[in-house]
């Protein structure tokens, strides 16, 4: 294999949800990687599509812009561009996909059509290249909860996944019932430093003794209802309540996680989503990890949630093994794992 076939450079782009994202990077070397986070969606309590979509037809061009000048760079430079066709919003898919379409064209480079879900798997190895499968995945998002078996690139089983809420929903939901902002995932996490988990008793789903499925939607119905038993929590009611649901959430996925290392008998094991950014989860999965003998690895923070560098080391996996898409390919907004 030549330099540039082993360690391209790949230009990421992602725009399913609300981050507009681009990432140059060669190799799994990190050149540059701009977020553009919208903040508009806050005052909603959640994200809306079509402001979505025409925030990150604002955005798209001056993030790309930063990410060459991070990178004291130009499109000449870029071997190939890899971008999100899914899943998520179709607008916002669109606004990164046709980007990524022109670019292409206009450099006269491979195109890498990127499955959202299947880069949050690959994240961790921006900061461990040397990872590599098998592993087991707990992927944990605002879209999704699941543990997977990944064998190889592209090659995986799905353990579980939830029969309902995903687990980063439940945060946001607990959120705006305590009214304390959105994403309610990083909102919950640092109010839980100054609150009780033993405060409030919440249910553990654990479904069936062998099962690797999740639910958390008990969970959300148990702060709703405590809230309506409770009303008007003062600051320190609303941090105990949020460090007592975090301890609820941090428990029932450790166990999933024991269960499917005790199923599978990997001994890698890798979180990732933007739900692998809670401390807690963090600390708690480490000790047991530690206990149980088996290396666990959890991308930085800013790999955790949606980003473009994720996407973009797909596109270097891809790149090296020679599969590229069609510029005919459209956006597929339920696409699955
Ligand atoms: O991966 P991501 O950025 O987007 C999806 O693909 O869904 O994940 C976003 C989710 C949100 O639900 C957010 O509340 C949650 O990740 N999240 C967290 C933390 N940071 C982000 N949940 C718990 N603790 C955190 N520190
Ligand atoms: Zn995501």
């Not at 990997?266 to 480490?286: C, F, T």
Request: proline share 6%; net charge negative.
């Amino acid at each position: 294999m030549s330099e540039k076939e082993l360690n391209p450079r790949i230009l990421g782009i992602e725009s399913s949800c609300d981050e507009t994202s681009a990432a140059i990077l060669k190799g799994f070397e990190v050149e540059s990687h701009i977020v553009y986070s919208q903040m508009i969606h806050k005052k909603y309590g959640g994200v809306v599509p079509e402001l979505a979509s025409r925030a990150h037809e604002h955005a798209i061009s001056q993030v790309v812009h930063s990410a060459f000048e991070r990178a004291k760079l130009t499109p000449n430079d870029i071997d190939a561009i890899a971008v999100t066709y899914g899943p998520g919003l179709m607008g916002a898919l669109l606004v990164g996909l046709n980007y990524a379409k022109g670019f292409a064209l206009a450099q006269n480079i491979p195109f890498i059509s990127v499955n959202h879900i299947e880069a949050h798997l690959y994240a961790p190895m921006l900061e461990f290249p040397e990872l590599e499968p098998p592993f087991l995945c707990l992927l944990v998002s605002g879209g999704h909860t699941m543990l997977v078996d990944v064998k190889g690139i592209k090659d995986f089983r799905i353990l579980g996944t939830t029969r309902d809420d995903a687990a980063g929903e439940s945060f946001d939901k607990t959120a705006r019932l305590l009214k304390i902002g959105y994403p309610g995932g990083p909102v919950i996490d640092t109010l839980s430093d100054s609150g009780d988990p033993k405060a409030v008793k919440f249910p553990r789903s654990l479904l069936e003794p062998d099962s690797l499925d999740f639910s958390f939607s008990g969970m959300k119905t148990a702060v709703l209802n405590y809230v309506k038993k409770y009303p008007d929590p003062n600051d320190q009611d609303k941090a105990n309540i949020a460090a007592s649901f975090q301890e609820a959430v941090v428990d029932v996925l450790k166990e999933k996680v024991r269960r499917a290392i005790v199923a599978t008998g990997h001994k890698q094991v890798i979180i990732a989503g933007g739900v692998a950014a809670n401390r807690r989860l963090r600390s708690e999965l480490k000790s047991m990890a530690d206990n149980m003998g088996i290396d666990l690895f959890y991308p930085p923070l800013e790999y955790c949630t949606d980003n473009a560098a994720m996407i973009a080391a797909t596109g270097v996996m891809y790149y090296r093994k020679g599969w590229f898409a069609d510029l005919e390919i459209g956006a597929v907004p339920n696409l699955k794992l």
